[in-house]
Nanobody, 122 residues
Framework: QVQLEESGGGLVQAGGSLRLSCTVS????????GGWFRQAPGKEREFVGC?????YYADSVKGRFTISKDNAKNTVYLQMNSLKPEDTAVYYC??????????????????WGQGTQVTVSS
């Protein structure tokens, strides 16, 4: 059974940085597409970025966020810099068995973590 577990969320001031981690058990990220989504209160879950053999980012985070993958540790990271209050959300890690052209929608992923809260104060 594949399980994902996020860590690293918290409270940070605007302009600060956080790094989220997502570790998989029961599977290996070397075989999966690793994705990050976020969901703010009252809003739909939105794509942040993903990594397969290439990385993709939402326009809203491009240049500020970086996704990386450590296959040896079965972990995907989301490094978030220059954080803004509008980045406040629950961040979810996702894994997909196959890379799909619909990589920016939640249905393209097969497994999900429980989410971790990121709060950016102004």
């Amino acid at each position: 059974q594949v399980q994902l577990e996020e860590s690293g969320g918290g409270l940070v001031q605007a302009g600060g940085s956080l790094r989220l981690s997502c570790t998989v058990s029961g599977g290996t990220f070397s075989n999966y597409v690793g994705g990050w989504f976020r969901q703010a209160p009252g809003k739909e879950r939105e794509f942040v970025g993903c990594v397969s053999w290439i990385t993709y980012y939402a326009d809203s985070v491009k240049g500020r966020f970086t996704i990386s993958k450590d296959n040896a540790k079965n972990t995907v990271y989301l490094q978030m810099n220059s954080l803004k209050p509008e980045d406040t959300a629950v961040y979810y890690c996702a894994a997909g068995r196959h890379f799909r052209d619909t990589y920016s929608v939640p249905s393209a992923y097969d497994y999900w973590g429980q989410g971790t809260q990121v709060t950016v104060s102004s």
